[in-house]
């Protein structure tokens, strides 16, 4: 009875370790590996843009993102989890692209508008957010950002980094998909503020 018990009481501690508010979780903490990662990774780019190791280190960012979303599936969601993930996918990708087009690997317009579309969604969803409205994310959410990561490895792989129509055709697919998916959010953020009246009045 005692040893039920004890591990009844082990798996609560377990639970209330890795529940909803917690901070310190393994997929956090590899989320917050990503982010102070990142700044290393941007100045290897700038001194090597188009080699393997460069490359390498990128696939392994981008990889890590697969394994944080197992290990948060594996010990639970938690809030800070929803919040640090989309963040390190962010810095990650928006400072690849500054550097890439600091150093004419990429053209300023796709990158612009990838840009703009992420900080603007990161905008409305916390406006959004303020007034009650949860807007989760999507499964074309999560292959956006694939397609962004195999989009900036294409540039980065010397094996692509010289063929532009390749390149290039995968950055304007990023681009569709980082739009479409905003229009999306948009559109869901809208339809569930307008139920909120009339769930209220219910």
């Given at each position: 009875?005692?040893?039920?018990?004890?591990?009844?009481?082990?798996?609560?501690?377990?639970?209330?370790?890795?529940?909803?508010?917690?901070?310190?979780?393994?997929?956090?903490?590899?989320?917050?590996?990503?982010?102070a990662?990142t700044?290393?990774?941007?100045?290897?780019?700038?001194?090597?843009?188009?080699?393997?190791?460069?490359?390498?280190?990128?696939?392994?960012?981008?990889?890590?993102?697969?394994?944080?979303?197992?290990?948060?599936?594996?010990?639970g969601?938690?809030?800070?989890?929803?919040?640090?993930?989309?963040?390190?996918?962010?810095?990650?990708?928006?400072?690849?692209?500054?550097?890439?087009?600091?150093?004419?690997?990429?053209?300023?317009?796709?990158?612009?508008?990838?840009?703009?579309?992420?900080?603007?969604?990161?905008?409305?969803?916390?406006?959004?957010?303020?007034?009650?409205?949860?807007?989760?994310?999507?499964?074309?959410?999560?292959?956006?950002?694939?397609?962004?990561?195999?989009?900036?490895?294409?540039?980065?792989?010397?094996?692509?980094?010289?063929?532009?129509?390749?390149?290039?055709?995968?950055?304007?697919?990023?681009?569709?998909?980082?739009?479409?998916?905003?229009?999306?959010?948009?559109?869901?953020?809208?339809?569930?503020?307008?139920?909120?009246?009339?769930?209220?009045?219910?």
């Open positions: 009875m005692t040893s039920v018990s004890g591990s009844q009481a082990a798996g609560t501690r377990v639970a209330s370790a890795f529940g909803p508010g917690a901070l310190l979780t393994p997929a956090n903490l590899l989320t917050l590996a990503r982010i990662a700044p290393p990774f941007l100045w290897q780019l700038t001194r090597h843009p188009v080699e393997w190791a460069t490359w390498a280190v990128w696939f392994v960012l981008c990889a890590t993102d697969l394994v944080d979303g197992k290990l948060a599936r594996r010990h969601a938690t809030r800070s989890g929803a919040f640090l993930d989309p963040l390190a996918d962010k810095v990650l990708v928006l400072g690849a692209f500054a550097v890439l087009v600091a150093t004419d690997r990429v053209w300023w317009l796709p990158a612009l508008l990838i840009a703009a579309r992420e900080v603007g969604m990161s905008w409305y969803r916390s406006w959004i957010g303020r007034r009650g409205v949860s807007v989760p994310a999507n499964r074309m959410a999560k292959v956006k950002t694939w397609v962004q990561c195999v989009a900036i490895g294409l540039v980065l792989l010397p094996l692509t980094a010289d063929r532009p129509v390749v390149t290039g055709s995968v950055v304007w697919l990023a681009v569709a998909l980082t739009l479409s998916t905003g229009v999306q959010y948009a559109v869901e953020g809208r339809r569930l503020a307008m139920a909120l009246p009339a769930a209220a009045s219910t």
